[in-house]
């Protein structure tokens, strides 16, 4: 799958070369490329933002760097699925980036600075996403955020499908359950008896209560609601 972002700060994109990502871009799984939208700014300042009309504080993106830089990546990648990354888009969720690791050939990602977008950039856009509820100052980290939650969903990117499987949201489920490791105590902590017993279907047993508890202390919104008669 192919990943293109345009933004004015690609040098921020080289986070992604750590890791897992970094290791499924090496394997060949996932290409990731920057653009640079100041390349397509306007006049000699290559301006890319300007005031608002009916003023207001802070500058707004304006639309014909994006449209240009847009028309450039489509046009050498037709099919790219492009999304902006706003706080005013859907809510990304574990669905939403199954869905977008399914697009052929992949995406482009819009992250923006400033205050926001000329309004007329959403017609030329085919979605937009949000990573939650608070303001940042950018679009970049919210792109790497989808970048990540897509990239690992691809196949071949994770070593064990199984963990993939069994992680919280994977299956619409709930929270996970309590992970131990060694030591067996730790500052007077002991690791619940069950987990050492090696009694397997006592195990999966606890592990399914833990989480149904954790889930409903922390997250009763993930709770599906009770089908109505
Ligand atoms: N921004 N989820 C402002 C976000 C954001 C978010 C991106 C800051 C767009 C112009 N994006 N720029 N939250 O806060 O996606």
Do not use: C
Not at 19 to 36: E, K, M, Y
Not at 152 to 172: A, I, K, Q
Not at 195 to 223: F, Q, V, Y
């Amino acid at each position: 799958m192919q990943v293109h972002v345009i933004t004015l700060f690609p040098e921020m994109f080289t986070a992604l070369d750590a890791g897992l990502i970094g290791r499924a871009r090496q394997q060949g799984l996932l290409s990731i490329h920057t653009h640079d939208l100041r390349e397509h700014g306007l006049g000699s300042y290559r301006q890319v933002d300007d005031t608002p009309y009916g003023g207001g504080s802070g500058m707004v993106m304006r639309p014909e760097p994006l449209a240009a830089a847009i028309d450039a990546v489509t046009a050498a990648m037709p099919g790219l699925l492009t999304i902006l990354m706003t706080p005013q888009g859907e809510l990304l969720d574990q669905l939403t980036a199954r869905e977008l690791a399914g697009h052929q050939p992949g995406l482009l990602l819009i992250a923006g600075r400033y205050e926001g977008f000329d309004e007329r950039v959403r017609t030329m856009v085919d979605r937009e996403l949000s990573i939650g509820d608070y303001v940042l100052s950018g679009g970049e980290l919210p792109a790497m955020v989808v970048i990540e939650a897509v990239a690992r969903l691809l196949p071949g990117v994770l070593g064990n499908p199984e963990s993939l499987r069994e992680e919280s949201f994977g299956d619409s489920a709930g929270l996970e359950y309590p992970q131990y490791t060694r030591p067996e105590e730790f500052r007077g902590m002991r690791v619940p008896e069950v987990l050492l017993s090696g009694n397997h279907a006592k195990i999966r047993e606890w592990r399914a209560d833990e989480s149904r508890k954790r889930t409903a202390r922390r997250r009763p919104d993930l709770i599906p609601e009770r089908r109505k008669p």
